[in-house]
């Protein structure tokens, strides 16, 4: 393995010590993972991060569709669009990873599907989402 796929691999252990962190130190607040912070070829990774998010009442896996053929390719489009990239390298494609990747899916304790809406609004169902089913959660609108 070289390039850009063994230092995603190398860069595992830094990426789960910095979510387990986070967690630590902003037990109640919403925090957004991206994709590398969910995804771990290495189960020990995983394991770290699992036991970091138990006490979390909600582990949310946001997604544009449920078929993971547009999903990909909305996720495609949209990073393309906002960051330059369409995460292939080296004949290696690292949304379809994340998309497909087991672990991501067992951390998440829901899946909310978005669709074609806005990030706005994406953000806006979470908040009343979590207001619905929790006390603890207080916005500053």
């Known amino acids: 393995m ?3 796929v063994a230092a995603e691999r190398e860069w595992e252990g830094a990426r789960a010590h910095a979510v387990c962190r986070e967690l630590e130190e902003h037990p109640d607040a919403v925090i957004a993972l991206g994709a590398g912070h969910t ?3 290495n ?3 995983l394991q770290h991060v699992r036991n970091a998010l138990k006490d979390a009442p909600w582990v949310l896996l946001v997604l544009p569709s449920a078929d993971r053929a547009e999903a990909l390719s909305t ?3 949209r990073s393309q669009e906002s960051k330059a990239t369409d995460w292939i390298s080296s004949g290696h494609d690292f949304l379809a ?3 497909d990747d087991r672990g991501t899916r067992s951390l998440a304790t829901e899946i909310m599907i978005t669709g074609s ?3 706005e609004l994406t953000a806006k169902r979470i908040v009343a ?5 929790s006390s603890w959660v207080t916005t500053g609108d």
């Open 2 to 4: 070289v390039g850009r």
């Open 39 to 41: 995804s771990y070829k």
């Open 43 to 45: 189960e020990n990774h």
């Open 75 to 77: 996720l495609r489009n």
């Open 97 to 99: 990873e994340w998309l």
């Open 117 to 119: 809406e806005t990030p």
């Open 129 to 133: 989402m979590l207001q619905h089913t």
